[in-house]
């Protein structure tokens, strides 16, 4: 079944191998076995018939948020910059208490199916129609696609199975359960891949601990001692020491998060839908509560890992990227090896899984129920399953050119910032302000997602010659190392072949600790070598290495003619950057790789962006707002308006299980962890 050549190139044991496989079969099976119904109504497909518990509602809430994107970023951004990066797990928590007690009673007294039709009961039907369209791309484009590039590079990590066949094997099996079993079966593998993902992460935050106690770490401050500056700092100033804007300063944190997770946690279908199936208001109300309380877990097993991966193994780590699966490969033995990777599986599948089923409820109901309203419910299951099926056809495509950019994360940030902040505005405050009318929508929806399509192809990462954007460079908003040029990476037998007898070899570097770490990973993947614990010997024993520029004009030509020297990119050497730079003169065959030019040119990191087009979309909304005619009495009254706070006061608390004790307890608890962490 499983061949001896997948073995051979896999990191993991024969035993490791069975266990995914046996899981994916497994988790497929349960899937289809809950959920499918060969007649199944529109209700139960897309909403489960309504039946969720406040347990199952609370833990696919979770699992459809974590994905293998936020196993990977959270510890290479815990090994890059610490935990300040927890604050998007942190933040969470507030804005699933906002949703609890504010949008999930507007929403279910409404009895709405999807957040579009919401907003065709608050406005009109052209704005149901834009946030349809919305839903489907950014299900398409960051939930599915960008979901499936991150579990494949992390399965040719381990398994040696190229990438695009691992988006394949993703890709159909979790459609298989998907397309036929519907919210149901969602959410009840959800619930089976929370434990085992949660399992993964406490295991590899363990087995970490265990090295540093091994390496003398005994105490917190024996910890910290051994990291850099501020990686253990929730609270970051605003500018750095070269007075450049920091990404995740106070100020973007409190309040620019809120752009973009009021947007995620709030109005986006793939996330909301969980809530808009539980039993009744208060189970929902309960789910929301309990997925913010699973939020305060990610900092500690998730984040907190990179932050011990950088004490422990931070010259094993050439990329921060790779801080997840160098954890996983030093620290977990056989067998937990195959678990923690059953749970990356588990990662990727829930994300997917969950905007599957989103699109197909979003399509159906807001799109095809809106152009022909008198359609079949079993037509309308059939056209959900065929549309989910083609989204993750179209999602298969985009996904590999995710790894164009510079990191997951830029994907996920950059493309939600084209309408998250529109959709903020026009929910919130059509949520609190009756004032709010439908020209002020359609207008801010119009104005709002221009200007952050503008934005986002503004800063799309490219690359650029590193003369042209010097000033960046010198204002330290580039970093030295993204400064590139080609390197070579040559056999020492085969030196004097290449370069003949009148180059001089005393150019050419042999100790690999001057050398970039792109070039001894472009000589492992050149040989087809695995990443086992002699790579980097065999690279430094077999290969020397130098820019191509400094072998003289003719070089070239010999490199290219000889198949066995690796040609790649790597950074230009520290020094002569430093020269260069003093005066003010950058070489023609330097560049800058992956710049942005609002980012790196202007400084303005994608946060503060947020806050800018936000501050935007209200002030188009309000204007325009008080432009035109108000909403009548009899016109609020149909779409069901009543003040938000009013599901918060109108009933009394029935005790300690009551959703709005639940919230106030985890928004104290929250407090409280601020405190004595930030």
């Not at 008198?374 to 790894?403: E, N």
């Not at 909403?631 to 029935?654: D, F, H, N, Y």
Request: hydrophobic letters at 50%.
């Amino acid at each position: 079944m499983i061949s001896t050549a997948l073995l051979a190139a896999a990191r993991v044991e024969p035993i490791d191998m069975v266990i995914v496989w046996v899981y994916l079969i497994g988790i497929m099976a349960i899937g289809i076995a809950v959920g499918y119904r060969r007649n199944a109504s529109s209700e139960q497909f897309f909403l489960a018939g309504k039946t969720l518990p406040w347990p199952m509602v609370g833990a696919a809430l979770f699992t459809a948020n974590i994905s293998t994107i936020h196993l990977v970023g959270l510890s290479a951004s815990g090994f890059g910059e610490g935990i300040v990066v927890g604050n998007f797990e942190w933040m969470a928590a507030f804005c699933l208490i906002f949703l609890g007690l504010i949008f999930v009673p507007f929403y279910l007294r409404t009895k709405i199916s999807t957040l579009p039709e919401f907003l065709e009961r608050r406005y009109n039907k052209a704005c149901r129609l834009i946030l349809a369209v919305i839903c489907i791309w950014s299900a398409l484009l960051v939930h599915i696609g960008v979901s499936l590039y991150a579990g494949a590079t992390v399965f040719e990590y381990f398994f040696g199975i190229d990438p695009t066949v691992a988006i394949i094997i993703i890709a159909v099996i979790t459609a298989i359960y998907t397309i036929l079993g519907g919210l149901k079966a969602v959410v009840v593998t959800d619930t089976i891949q929370a434990v085992l993902l949660l399992a993964g992460c406490i295991l590899l935050t363990v087995f970490g601990l265990k090295a540093a106690g091994e390496m003398g770490i005994h105490s917190w401050a024996d910890l910290k001692a051994h990291t850099k500056p501020n990686q253990f700092s929730m609270v970051h100033g605003l500018r750095d020491a070269n007075g450049n804007f920091t990404p995740y300063s106070w100020l973007t944190v409190m309040i620019g998060y809120h752009v973009l997770g009021i947007w995620y946690w709030c109005t986006d279908q793939t996330i909301v839908q969980k809530t808009l199936g539980a039993k009744d208001v208060r189970n929902a109300q309960l789910g929301a509560v309990f997925a913010g309380a699973l939020k305060i877990l990610p900092l500690f097993f998730m984040v907190f890992p990179g932050v011990l991966a950088y004490v422990l193994f931070k010259s094993d780590i050439g990329e921060a990227n790779e801080t997840l699966v160098v954890m996983i490969d030093k620290l977990l033995p056989p067998v937990l090896k195959g678990l923690f990777a059953a749970g990356l599986l588990a990662a990727v599948m829930s994300t997917v899984e969950a905007a599957l089923n989103s699109t197909a409820t979003v399509t159906a109901d807001d799109i095809v129920r809106h152009i022909r309203p008198d359609v079949k419910d079993a037509t309308l299951v059939l056209i959900g399953r065929v549309t989910a099926g083609v989204v993750i056809v179209l999602a298969m495509i985009w996904s590999p050119f995710c790894g164009r950019f510079e990191n997951i994360f830029v994907v996920i940030n950059q493309v939600p910032m084209m309408f998250a902040p529109a959709i903020t505005t026009v929910f919130v405050l059509g949520a609190f302000w009756k004032r709010g009318t439908k020209q002020a929508a359609m207008a801010t929806f119009a104005a709002g997602v221009v200007v952050g399509l503008v934005y986002f192809l503004a800063d799309l990462p490219h690359d650029v010659r590193a003369a042209e954007v010097l000033p960046a460079i010198q204002a330290k908003r580039v970093s030295g190392d993204r400064v590139v040029e080609q390197w070579a990476a040559i056999p020492r037998t085969n030196v004097k072949t290449v370069l003949g007898t009148g180059n001089a070899t005393d150019k050419i570097l042999d100790d690999w600790s001057k050398i970039p770490y792109s070039v001894s990973k472009a000589v492992v993947e050149a040989n087809n070598w695995t990443r086992e614990q002699d790579a980097r010997k065999r690279v430094a024993e077999g290969y020397v290495a130098s820019p191509v520029r400094v072998l003289g004009p003719a070089i070239e030509g010999a490199i290219v003619s000889q198949g066995n020297v690796v040609l790649t990119s790597g950074s230009v050497p520290e020094d002569e950057l430093t020269g260069a730079l003093a005066t003010g003169t950058l070489l023609e065959g330097w560049t800058v790789s992956n710049y942005g030019n609002i980012t790196h040119g202007l400084g303005i990191p994608f946060m503060m962006v947020g806050l800018i087009l936000v501050c935007t979309c209200i002030g188009i909304y309000v204007t325009v707002s008080l432009m035109t005619p108000a909403p009548t009495v009899e016109e609020l009254e149909k779409m069901g308006w009543e003040p938000p706070l009013k599901a918060i006061t109108s009933t009394r608390i029935t005790g300690i299980t009551d959703p709005r004790i639940a919230a106030g307890l985890l928004f104290i608890m929250m407090i409280i962890l601020y405190y004595l962490i930030g």
